[in-house]
């Protein structure tokens, strides 16, 4: 310790003693002392007031510390409580999604009779071929087999085109090689369908064979023509959307618009004949 420090002390000490022996003779207003203590005493208020004001900042400090503390505490309990409200609000959008696949299954049963359904879920697309292709996780492990028809609770999507063990690969029905048969509903006339690859990216069906008697509209439903032993009667196919008749034939065609939006897909029903699946799953592509 420097001798600066140790004659500070001193002073303090000394200070300190004659503060304390000023309080005790200010008990009797009879001496000079009392005198002496009132002349200084001013001062010594103004110190000792000055040290109440800093011991009350101080103890405010400390407060606001303590409530910081205790905020704290309390964010942290609600970030907790935030993250399990959003795990929950996760689980509850899964399975409302699950309950509304399930209520679409139990609607298409009604109208495929015969078959049973199998979801599946698109797990890759072939986008070099605008969506032609896509493959799904389910396989001849799971019933699937080729060429079942594949559709959503709107209507048509493809056919099962190669399987594998746990995945399969699904044409669908805009793809060029794709043609089926399908009657117009108002009239029950037989017309063919095939895929078209559209530069614009629609996913469109073109009808190019329609009979005399078949006489086509622009808002005529499409649905398919059990034919093939590969579609069953009545799925959705698709609506027209345009006729053209050529001037010096007198070819009537048409473009058909998809019932099902093949481009936002994510789950898709794989149709197997009840009984069929257990024989049928020699074709394998894994």
Do not use: H
Not at 74 to 80: A, Y
Not at 159 to 171: D, Q, Y
Not at 174 to 194: F, H, K, P, Y
Not at 221 to 242: C, E, H, N, Y
């Amino acid at each position: 310790m420097n001798k600066k420090a140790k004659i500070t002390i001193w002073i303090m000490i000394a200070i300190t003693i004659i503060m304390l022996i000023l309080v005790i003779v200010s008990g009797n207003p009879d001496r000079r002392a009392n005198s002496i203590y009132k002349f200084i005493g001013t001062p010594v208020s103004a110190i000792q007031s000055g040290f109440s004001k800093i011991g009350t900042k101080m103890n405010s400090w400390f407060n606001v510390v303590t409530s910081y503390d205790e905020i704290e505490k309390e964010m942290e309990s609600l970030r907790k409580e935030n993250a399990e409200l959003k795990d929950y609000k996760t689980e509850c959008e899964k399975l409302e999604e699950e309950n509304s696949e399930l209520r679409e299954m139990m609607s298409l049963k009604d109208t495929v009779e015969g078959y049973e359904l199998v979801a599946a879920n698109i797990i890759a697309g072939d986008i070099t071929d605008w969506f032609n292709y896509f493959t799904v996780d389910c396989g001849s492990t799971d019933g699937i087999y080729k060429n079942c028809p594949v559709i959503t609770n709107d209507g048509l999507v493809g056919i099962v085109a190669e399987v594998g063990l746990n995945s399969s690969k699904i044409m669908t029905v805009v793809d060029e090689q794709n043609t089926l048969m399908c009657r117009i509903e108002r009239s029950n006339a037989l017309v063919r369908v095939r895929g078209v690859s559209s530069e614009n990216m629609k996913y469109e069906l073109f009808l190019d064979r329609i009979t005399d008697d078949a006489s086509v509209f622009v808002g005529d439903k499409l649905v398919t023509a059990a034919s093939g032993d590969v579609f069953p009667d009545g799925i959705a196919v698709g609506t027209v959307t345009k006729v053209y008749t050529d001037s010096k034939t007198g070819e009537c065609t048409a473009t058909v618009e998809l019932a099902s939006d093949i481009s936002g897909l994510r789950t898709v029903y794989i149709m197997a004949k009840d009984g069929a699946a257990s024989t049928a799953g020699g074709e394998s592509a894994d």
